[in-house]
């Protein structure tokens, strides 16, 4: 019962997360709807993902890996979020503190899933290859953050873009977790195996590309004539 509870707690706020990140990413960037559905997607994905790290620890037979990914989608949430708040573009103690707690998430995935490689038997449920991927995406965050420690500084653009990518991969995960995670068991046998649910996920990443792209790409205005 306990864990029934705790799942329940963990997909509710991941549905909510799923909804107010969609608004936040459709919405014109800065402004009100995409600041204020950020910010519920915010808060609520990182209730999900709390709660998604717990039960994959109370349920570790069945769910370990779900520790791994809330951990993962919380330095994600919090680095994001940090990037959009240092006006400045100078990291402050917090974003190394994230950047460490990533890293050490990182190296735990990558021997857990050479070692399931190796054995060629699934850890906890889960194939190598899915701990693979997870690591894969928190060594590119560790690489963003290794390159920010480093340069000490971001422009604006690639601040802008820092927390893009990282707000949506944690969307990404939040629909993976309502789709086809754990929450995929709300769905019929067969829209599960339609394949109908991994659309919000490839939208996603889809979307997360196109405003990179326009972020990254775009052309510095010109100044205005005196």
């Known amino acids: 019962m ?3 509870l705790i799942m329940a707690a963990h997909v509710a706020p991941g ?18 709807t995409h600041v204020h559905a950020g910010r519920v997607f915010v808060i609520a994905m990182g209730l999900s993902s709390a709660v998604g790290a717990g039960l994959g620890l109370v349920r570790a037979e069945t769910f370990y890996i779900t520790f791994h990914a809330g951990v993962l989608a919380l330095c994600l949430l919090a680095s994001g979020w940090l990037a959009a708040r ?5 990291p402050g103690p917090a974003t ?8 050490i998430n990182v190296v735990a995935l990558v021997v857990i899933g050479v070692l399931a490689a190796r ?16 690591a ?4 590119t ?7 920010l420690l480093w340069r000490a500084r971001l422009g604006d653009r690639h601040r802008t873009a820092r927390h893009l990518w990282r707000m949506c991969l944690g969307f990404f995960i939040a629909a993976g977790s309502a789709f086809t995670g754990p929450g995929a068991a709300a769905f019929s046998e067969a829209v599960r ?34």
């Open 2 to 4: 306990q864990a029934e």
């Open 15 to 32: 549905a909510l997360a799923v909804a107010a990140g969609a608004a936040a990413l459709a919405a014109p960037k800065g402004r009100w």
């Open 86 to 90: 240092a006006r400045s573009g100078a």
């Open 96 to 103: 190394g503190v994230v950047a460490a707690a990533n890293l």
């Open 119 to 134: 054995s060629g038997q699934p850890f906890r449920g889960f194939p190598a290859q899915d701990y693979l991927v997870l």
């Open 136 to 139: 894969g995406m928190g060594a």
């Open 141 to 147: 965050a560790a690489a963003g953050d290794i390159t």
């Open 193 to 226: 195996q339609s394949g109908v649910l991994a659309l919000p996920e490839l939208t996603i990443l889809l979307l997360m590309l196109f405003w990179l792209a326009r972020t990254l790409l775009a052309r510095l205005r010109p100044e205005p004539a005196s």
